[in-house]
């Protein structure tokens, strides 16, 4: 009796264990997030089950599921995203000394309801032996009219647009950035369209001077399988442009824990290794990121690009201004 006992107790543990998950809804669609899931799973014990789409659809899909939605965790990339998400009231403030002591203030939410977990720049990318390097400085000098026909830059509806557009308007009010965003439509090689690589492969192939895109991007294009990008990055370099009175403008991909989860202590946990040195060294090296945590070194060829000082704008301040950003883009008429 006492053996069968303990034989259905240990049944009960193991099968409890076996069924220990975290639900994560993610936008992300990377190689590197996979191995990561891989090695929480095999480190904890806890399964992750993973619903991937974009952001929109995402966020409908919590907001429909309600209270009996499974999600546990909501990542997806950009200020915007993230603020509008725990505007609609989907994220959870959580306590953890781990998340606060690894994750910089400027990179987290104020209210500890999400939390950054990779960084990227936008930056400026030239062709080699242009000479642009020379005339590059400032973002504010990008709507200089002397770069006329010579920028490259996707649609106003994309969400690093409008949080670089946010931390211009951060910096020096509404009525500046409406002019600086005039500017930069009028400086335009051509209307904008495609998407970060489009730019940088136009200005590897002599269509406009100017790209603005995303590092993380042009990591991405080298050794690609697809030729054309991987010949195209051959041909660029990357300018890291400053703020006036500012550093370099920063994003993140980040998650928080959903206001219904179900599991929430096992998303603490995954949100948790997400920020540990081990889990930030592989979204560094395998995808070209920027760590947030101190200390965690960044690939060869992401280093290779040279360092910068980071603008020290909250990443909440860059969400809190996304409204006024898209209102400004169409006044400016950028499409």
Known sequence: MLKRLILGTLALACAMYATSEVNVYSTRH????????????EKTGIKVNVVKAKASALINRIENEGKKSPADIL?????????????????????????IKNIPAELRDEDNQWFGLTK?????????????????STYEDLANPKFKGTIMVRSSNNEYNQSLLAAIIAH???????????????????EPKGNDRYQVKSVANGIGKIAIANTYYVGKMVDNKDKSQAEAVKKVKIFFPKFENGGTHINISGGGVVKTAPNKENAIKFLEYMASAEAQELFAQ????????KGVKTSDLVSSWGSFEEDKI????????NAQAVKIFDLAGWK
């Open 30 to 41: 990377y190689d590197t997030d996979k191995k990561l899931f891989k090695m929480f799973e």
């Open 75 to 99: 990542i997806t990339a950009d200020a915007a995203r993230l603020y509008k998400a725990k505007s609609e009231g989907l994220f959870q403030s959580i306590k953890s000394d781990i998340l």
């Open 120 to 136: 990227r720049s936008r930056v400026a990318v030239y062709k080699i032996g242009s000479g642009m390097e020379k005339e590059l």
């Open 172 to 190: 020096h009010g509404e009525e500046y950035a409406l002019k600086w965003a005039k500017g930069i439509v009028a400086n335009m090689a051509m």
């Open 286 to 293: 395998g995808n070209f990121e920027y760590p947030v945590l």
């Open 314 to 321: 909250s990443i909440n301040t860059l969400g809190k201004n």
